[in-house]
Structure formats: C-alpha cells, structure tokens
C-alpha cells in the first residue's frame, strides 16, 4: 500500500479533494497534518470530509462581508467577537465545518476574550458567512444545523440570503437576527456600487448606510 501525506496534495484553487469514509479520529488528525497556517477550508459530515482551495474572488467577498458586519456592529454600538474561519466540530453530531468568518454578537459576553472554544460547552457562533462561488460536494447547511448555528448569511452572484436555523432546519427568512432593524440583503448592491472605490471608501460606505438605517 502506497501512504501519501495530505501535505504532499495540492489542491487548485476553485477545487476540491473529497475524501470518504472518513473516521471521526482520522478527521481530527488530518487536521493536525494540515495545520493552522493553510488557506483551504474543510467541511466534514458523517464520515465525508471536503477540502476546498477558495479563489481570490471568494476571499475579496468574505473579507467584505466581514468588515461590513463589523462596522455595522461598531455603528450599532454592539460588542462582537470574530472567528474567522475557526474549525467548528461536535463528535456527537459527526459534524466538523470552517465557514467563511463567523461572529459572536447576541452572545459574545459568553466567549469575551476566550483563545479556545468547545462546542460541549460553549455557545455556537450567532453567525455564520457561507460564499458560495464554487460548488460543492457536502451540503454544509446540514452541518451547521447539528453544530446549532442560528443564522447564515449566503453571499453568492451578487445575492446576500439570511438563513435562519428553525426546527432543525435553515429557512430563507427577510429580517436578520443579528441586526434586525437593517435591510443586509442591500449590502452586495452597496458593495458593488463602492467596490472601484477602495476599500476604505466601502467601509465608509457601509457606515454611513447604516446611520441611514436606524435615522
């Protein structure tokens, strides 16, 4: 049998490597191989693990999309804690998954300065970025409903979708949890409209629609 190392694979960007039958201790140490300082997102559900490559569009989208929920929650006068893409995992749920960023906000005085969390006792994330630019093979929204996420927001060909976790499942919902008196689904228009003009223009952008909102 030929063994070859995850770290000897190189997975293109905008690809994926699919890996099946996957244990729940092979998961945990496939991530110990690939380390931290790596750009591929995985996605792990009952035994399938994904890993993805993102391209360059996806990163531009999931960096603007997290600086928005950030200066919205500053404008708002909102403590929040960002995650990035932390790797999210239940052994119970056989659940494992890196979304795009990831925030704290409804209970971020739960984890307020916190370096490690577990899922067995910490609250999930209040919100989750998911940008779908490129298919793929596992479908996530399971996952994040076994992890027990409340909301994801779906950036994806110029459309922003709210998710909200409801009986289980993800339904398309019109009005945030997170920032409920605001109309997010306007950020990729404004966002487009600000995207040639930088990217402090856009934040500033996003900062003053957001004084607009609550006048």
């Given at each position: ?67 928005a929920v950030k200066d919205i929650s500053e404008e708002l006068d909102l403590d929040y804690e960002s995650y990035g893409s932390t790797t999210w995992r239940k052994q119970a749920a056989q659940a494992g ?37 490129t298919s793929k093979s596992i479908h996530r929204f399971s996952i994040y409903a076994r992890l027990g996420i409340p909301e994801i927001w779906c950036y994806d060909q110029g459309q922003l979708t709210v ?53």
């Open positions: 049998m030929v063994t070859i190392q995850l770290r000897q694979l190189e997975v293109p960007p905008g690809q994926r490597l699919v890996l099946r039958d996957v244990s729940w201790a092979e998961f945990n140490a496939i991530l110990a191989e690939l380390g931290g300082q790596r750009s591929t997102r995985i996605a792990y559900d009952h035994g399938l693990l994904e890993i993805m490559a993102p391209l360059p569009e996806h990163e531009y989208f999931k960096e603007t999309m997290g600086d998954i890196e979304p795009d960023n990831c925030f704290y906000v409804q209970n971020e005085a739960l984890v307020r300065g916190k370096l490690t969390l577990d899922l067995d006792q910490d609250p999930p994330p209040d919100l989750a970025l998911e940008i779908d630019l998710y909200r976790l409801q009986s289980g499942a993800y339904q398309s919902v019109a009005q945030s949890l997170v920032f409920p008196m605001l109309k997010v689904q306007e950020l990729p228009s404004l966002i487009e409209a600000h995207r040639t003009q930088g990217r402090l223009a856009l934040r500033r952008a996003v900062r003053a629609w957001v004084r607009d909102q609550i006048q």
